[in-house]
């Protein structure tokens, strides 16, 4: 009896013993599966490229061009008094020329990561951290170095396009104007559209300090903006074709703050990247030349019809035009080959003839033509 209980003691104790040997090799094998599991993840982590990063500062600075613009653009000429043409005034005066200079390459870089060969051109050198992180150095040093990454000829397209759009919208805009300046004084609103406007002084210290005022963007197109940038969608731009690099000032800059959003590199925590190609000299240095020469037309100006020729020049059409300088390549001039030109073909000229002298008759010669008769020219 004892033997026998012994006996079974010690078989519950092989099997508990087992139990516990199974037990540890199935959770061995179960933390070993679930390394292999977080080391797969990591791996496939690491060969994936980040999302897209665009600040919320940049979507706000693309409103506020994107914003001025149109609403520019909107002006027409038509006026039906004198304030009607200062309220066109105050309102093309109000803006800052570093605002819509950075603003225009903000939203330049959103159109650009509407370009899902761009943004997947970019992608190829986000799949390893340590690519990555050259690449980003590789564009903070140089940005035209987003000029010759894959699909950067769809995505300057798409820049250009958007941008002649705006630039054909203002023109369309400042024609209206200008024209009007004529038309006006010569139809029924010619008694003042000629007189002279008062307190000229206060009008032109009114277009100096509204330049000086900051810019606030609308919070709704912000965030429209700012969506179409992080997602690569939204924004619809039409009519667009490849451009081949190099590229003007605003389109490099634009790319290289695009590559940098397609690498998760221009976020929140990376301003200072993204601020340093927002500056952009050619169409900040436009815009700030247009200020001044809206103030000098302002100065000299006497009569509405005078500042109505400002409203148009010197803001509606200078927007335009510091915008093509620097988004739009320059105008090709093409001039044929020289061709070596031959002696030159005598001419024939065909001389009048004198009329010929008329000698004197003598009497003789009188007699014997007869009376009357016509005294012929002699030989």
Sequence with gaps: MHSAMMRRGL??????AAAVLAGCASGKAEAEAEAARVAEAAALAARTPPAINLSQGVAEDAAVYLAFARDIATIRGGFENPEAIQAALRK???YDPGQISRGMVAYASIVALQSPAFVAG?????VNPTGRQKMIADIVADPRTASYMPGADEAAGLIMAALDADID?????ANSVENDAYAVQADGRRSWAIAHITDRETR?????????QTMLPSATESARLFAAGNSGAGVTIAGSRRREAPYPPVVANALALAALAALGAAGEDARANTAALQSEPVSNNCLNESKLNLYQCLAASRPSYEDMFCVGRHIVRDLATCTRSAALPAATVTVSDIVPAGPPRPAIV??????PERTPVSP??????????PIPLAD
């Design 11 to 16: 078989s519950l104790a092989a099997l508990c």
């Design 204 to 212: 032109l210290a009114g277009a100096k300090a509204l330049s000086g």
């Design 350 to 355: 065909t001389a009048p003839l004198d009329p």
């Design 169 to 173: 919208a203002l023109t369309a805009a």
């Design 92 to 94: 093309g005066s109000a």
């Design 364 to 373: 003789t010669q009188q007699l014997n033509i007869g009376t009357g008769a």
């Design 122 to 126: 970019v992608n190829q050198y986000g």
